[in-house]
């Protein structure tokens, strides 16, 4: 049935572009379709970190717009708190259908040019199912790990080659595709190797002396694929495992796989700053690890550590960072946050002070982050059940969104005890995002005790818990 009426909505949308397409420009690329269930009044199309365009759904639901000096590569359609890559170039007119119940596994490409964004889409559904597939088999030693991963990419690659001989596709798309599986290859073992040399090290003399001879083939300057997560994600598993190894060259202690330590966040930055020289890749990982430095940072001392080290990057956006910093004086050990204005379920505005009577752990989320935060309140359900003498407070930082964030609340079970938004800002919120990693514990007066750590389920942050119930 639905089938059915999937087909019944493509077709009248592209019936109503047909209509309209009174012009024969093969140089422009259409871009149109309909969010089921939608999230806001719009879809933001971007590629390199900049917005392409905005689309604004009708009454309907529906979008669509022509698009001028569209250059062939991947692009980013966003409807917050998803979002899904797709290859555009001249001559393109793609419908899209998607429920944001379902996102991903609902989202529906058709019309001319369409197959290129669907081979994508069906990388990412496969490319999703490795993630857990490495959570599964990262135990096993690494003889059979390389078996695996080696068929996995084996048959990627015959099933690209099968499909490019039965459809025209672009030579342009062709190489993103094709080096696309490359990388998801190359990231499968990359993942595995950090996990075994944190959870199983005594694997670490079993690995293959070729295992990662992949990362000769990384290029860290691949500007067709910088707006593709699976590009991406590989760099940033390759810069954390690579601290790691750095780290226990010299210390062979559990502290290196701190990511959030200061150490740690240095060493991923040295090394992207030393093998990039393409300004997107390079700013994005920088703003990304720095900007965690700062938000860690837990007094002066800390924090001159880390704009000094900043000062000495090939970075765009340090008056971006020199900001935030400011932003963090507020956070800084020993700091109070007894006067901050939250809102509580009802409406109503409330201080840390009024809510807080004993040790406390805050920690923050955003609707716009979905994967994290489902990741989050189950984290914290179970930490609480081994906790009762902490309380958890959540705290959402989607300010104004009160409807959105009780529904999510109510949606999912979450419960509204100890849960809070922030009520007001005094910067934006993209400085407000910043901290989603950040937890605060703070004392029965609601003093930041320690602010330096991020969530996890880990050994490790749960001793820092113990400590913190034992101060």
Excluded at 326 to 350: C, H, P, R
Excluded at 411 to 426: F, H, K, P, S, V
Aim: proline share 2%; hydrophobic share 35%.
């Amino acid at each position: 049935m639905r089938k059915f009426l999937l087909l019944g909505i493509i077709s009248s949308l592209v019936s109503l572009v047909g209509c309209n397409d009174n012009s024969t420009n093969s140089e422009r690329v259409y871009l149109g379709g309909k969010i089921v269930n939608p999230n806001l009044k719009y879809v933001i199309l971007s590629k390199d970190q900049e917005i392409v365009d905005t689309l604004s759904l009708n009454t309907e639901n529906q979008f669509g717009e022509y698009l001028e000096d569209i250059t062939p590569g991947i692009y980013t359609l966003q409807h917050n708190p998803e979002n899904q890559v797709v290859y555009l170039e001249p001559g393109d007119s793609i419908m899209v259908w998607v429920n944001t119940y379902d996102f991903d596994r609902s989202l529906n490409f058709s019309g001319r040019g369409s197959k290129e964004s669907s081979f994508l889409l069906n990388l990412f559904l496969r490319n999703r199912a490795n993630n857990d597939l490495v959570l599964n088999y990262y135990k096993i030693k690494p003889e059979e790990f390389e078996q695996i991963s080696d068929s996995i990419h084996n048959k990627r690659i015959e099933e690209f080659e099968e499909n490019t001989a039965k459809q025209d596709l672009s030579e342009t798309f062709n190489k993103i595709a094709r080096q696309g599986i490359d990388y998801e290859f190359y990231d499968l073992r990359e993942r595995y190797t950090y996990l075994i040399k944190k959870y199983h090290p005594e694997f670490v003399k079993l690995i293959p002396e070729d295992f990662n001879d992949y990362r000769d083939s990384i290029d860290f300057n691949n500007e067709l694929l910088q707006n593709y997560y699976v590009y991406t994600n590989t760099i940033d598993d390759y810069l954390r495992t690579r601290a790691v190894e750095f780290c226990l060259e010299e210390h062979k202690d559990r502290e290196c796989f701190n990511v959030s330590n200061f150490d740690n966040i240095k060493r991923r930055a040295t090394l992207i700053d030393s093998l990039s020289n393409t300004p997107a890749i390079k700013n994005k990982f920088l703003d990304i690890l720095l900007s965690k430095a700062v938000t860690m940072a837990s007094n002066e001392k800390d924090l001159a550590k880390v704009l000094n080290f900043a000062k000495g990057l090939d970075y765009e956006e340090i008056d971006q960072i020199n900001q935030l910093a400011n932003i963090q004086t507020n956070y800084f050990t020993g700091k109070s946050l007894a006067d901050l204005s939250i809102l509580n379920t009802k409406g109503e505005e409330v201080t840390y002070g009024d809510v807080v009577d004993q040790k406390t752990i805050v920690y923050l989320w955003s609707a716009n982050n979905i994967r994290r935060y489902i990741w989050q309140f189950r984290t914290i359900k179970n930490l609480q059940e081994k906790y009762p003498e902490l309380d958890f407070i959540g705290v959402n930082l989607d300010m104004g969104q009160q409807n959105k964030w009780l529904r999510i609340l109510e949606e999912n079970n979450y419960g509204t005890e100890n849960q809070y938004q922030i009520a007001r800002r005094e910067f934006g919120s993209d400085f407000a995002t910043k901290y989603l990693y950040r937890l605060n514990f703070i004392d029965k007066d609601a003093v930041i005790i320690k602010g330096d750590i991020a969530l996890s389920s880990s050994p490790e942050f749960e001793s820092k818990l113990v400590e913190f119930i034992n101060q």
